[in-house]
């Protein structure tokens, strides 16, 4: 049996999405207003439901609930590992300001670097993926109900 590229494909392309919108967020100078991060989860959704729609179609009637969910996770792994490095890139060598400016809405007396701030991000890309990818299964599986005579439950009094 084959294995699927979904995850790869749309891994990279939700990770091309993340990059172009953080550098048009970039370009207009609102790169560090937490409330655009919203955009991600919505770039990350509408890749994610892509993959496992096209998985589903791809694997048809074979297909399984814990494979397509290992789908959504690789393919929410492979976009976020994308993004992170591009972050770290960015923020070490294109624009060095970045982090200070967008630590100072902080009020902290703790010396937050590079590492813990790409480590953040990576970690809340793996959670978005996560609750999404369980969230879209439940539109994909197979119910579980059967089929009954609707009168079976109904009471007579």
């Known amino acids: 049996m084959k294995k699927s590229t979904i995850p790869v494909k749309y891994g990279v392309l939700i ?29 990350v959704a509408i890749g994610l439901y892509r993959a496992m729609k096209d998985y589903k179609k791809e694997k048809g009637s074979a297909f399984e609930y814990q494979k397509g969910f290992m789908a959504g996770l690789f393919t929410g792994f492979n976009a976020t590992v994308g993004f992170v490095i591009f972050f770290a890139v960015y923020v070490t060598n294109i624009n060095t300001d970045f982090l200070p400016i967008m630590l100072a809405n902080w009020s902290s007396h703790y010396h937050v670097g590079v590492g813990l701030v790409v480590f953040v991000s990576a970690i809340m890309g793996f959670a978005t993926t996560f609750v999404l990818t369980l969230s879209f299964m439940q539109l994909f599986k197979e119910s579980w109900n059967t089929k009954k005579n609707s009168n079976s439950y109904s009471l007579k009094v």
């Open 15 to 43: 990770a091309i999405g993340l990059i172009a919108y953080f550098l048009i967020l970039s370009l207009i100078g609102v790169q560090t207003n937490p409330i655009f991060s919203l955009g991600n989860g919505i770039i």
